[in-house]
């Protein structure tokens, strides 16, 4: 190799690594953008993700304060306000409860299970938490046919909020399928000195008076 071919052939590595030097150099102060919206998504996912882990071992308080987190960083996360919903709602914050709920439905409109945790808090509002479920769970047991369970959990409705129009009509209706149509005139009675308009409840109530004869 003569001596140009080696000057030069040193001239070409002092030059690649510079141009190396150079590249390590740039990709040292790269800047990383904050406000890039995947960056925002990752965080909001995070939040979530701590937030379900506590959730998951009962610590609700401090759930909250991540799902918060995670819907301030990304206000159409609707996984996250599917949980804070759950979350207010299984520690009987039934305002923020309904609050969340009416914004995952927002989000999503065709949510059936949101459309019924929303219309669940907004009858725990309306009527009380134990009335309520003692009123749902007496409608199922009406449903299959089991007449004796849900005229005693329309009882306890009652017991619980003796205001609770539905369930005087649908106790009514369980006596009378029940066979005991003293009861049901007693039960459809009291109704209709509650929602005097109803004319079924009026009809049921001459089938029950009919009943006694």
């Not at 052939?9 to 102060?29: E, N, R, Y």
């Not at 998504?41 to 909250?64: H, I, K, P, S, W």
């Not at 309520?132 to 046919?145: H, P, R």
Request: charged letters at 20%.
């Amino acid at each position: 190799m003569n001596r140009n071919t080696g000057i030069y052939l040193l001239l070409s590595i002092l030059l690649l690594f510079f141009s190396l030097s150079g590249m390590v150099f740039a990709l040292d102060t790269v800047e990383i953008d904050y406000g890039d919206p995947n960056t925002a998504e990752g965080y909001a996912q995070t939040m979530f993700d701590q937030g379900y882990n506590l959730y998951q071992v009962g610590r609700y308080d401090d759930a909250v304060q991540f799902f918060i987190d995670s819907i301030t960083a990304k206000p159409d996360f609707v996984k996250a306000w599917y949980w804070l919903a759950r979350t207010y709602q299984e520690t009987n914050m039934v305002d923020e409860a309904i609050w969340a709920w009416q914004k995952v439905i927002q989000l999503e409109p065709d949510n059936a299970q949101a459309q019924y945790f929303l219309k669940k808090m907004q009858n725990w509002k309306l009527y009380g938490k134990e009335a309520w479920e003692a009123y749902e769970q007496a409608q199922n047991a009406y449903l299959q046919g089991q007449y004796t369970s849900a005229i005693q959990l329309f009882e306890t409705a009652i017991k619980e909020n003796p205001n609770f129009d539905a369930a005087y009509y649908w106790l009514g209706i369980s006596q009378l399928k029940n066979g005991d149509y003293a009861a049901a005139t007693r039960s459809l009675e009291k109704y209709l000195t509650l929602q005097p308009q109803d004319k079924n409840a009026q009809y049921w109530l001459n089938q029950a008076k009919k009943g006694q004869n």
